[in-house]
C-alpha cells in the first residue's frame, strides 16, 4: 500500500486549499481513511476520518470548516479545507487503516499566512 498526498501550500488566512491522497492497494472502499497533521514543536493530531460506510469524523478545531470526502473509483481521499487559520498550519499526513494494519502517507506541508 501506498499513498501519496499532494495539493499543500501556502495560501493567506481566511483562504482554501483542497488536499488529495491518492492510495495504491485494492478494495480500497473497505479502508478507513484519514488525515492527520503535526505542527512544528506538537504532536500528530487527529484532522478527519471517513470509514468504509462513509460515517465521518472531525476534530472539534476543524468541524465547519474542513470536509474529508473520498472517491473509490479513483482510490483517493480529499480534505477540502475553507476559512483556513495560520493555527492551520502544519504537515498533513494522509493515514490508511486496513484490517489491523495503518498506513501514512509522506505528508503535504500547509502553510497559512496571517
Known amino acids: 500500500v501506498q499513498l501519496q498526498a499532494s495539493g499543500g501550500g501556502l495560501v493567506q488566512a481566511g483562504g482554501s486549499l483542497k488536499l488529495s491522497c491518492a492510495a495504491s492497494g485494492s ?8 488525515w492527520y497533521r503535526q505542527a512544528p514543536g506538537k504532536e500528530r493530531e487527529l484532522v478527519a476520518i471517513k470509514n468504509n460506510e ?10 465547519g470548516r474542513f470536509t474529508i470526502s473520498r472517491d473509490n473509483a479513483k482510490n483517493t481521499v480529499y480534505l477540502q479545507m475553507n476559512s483556513l487559520k495560520p493555527e492551520d498550519t502544519a504537515v498533513y499526513y494522509c493515514h490508511a487503516r486496513i484490517s489491523i494494519l495503518a498506513y ?5 506541508q500547509v502553510t497559512v499566512s496571517s
Open 104 to 108: 501514512w502517507g509522506q505528508g503535504t
Open 27 to 34: 478494495d480500497f472502499s473497505s479502508w478507513i481513511m484519514g
Open 54 to 63: 462513509g460515517n465521518t469524523e472531525y476534530s472539534d478545531s476543524v468541524k
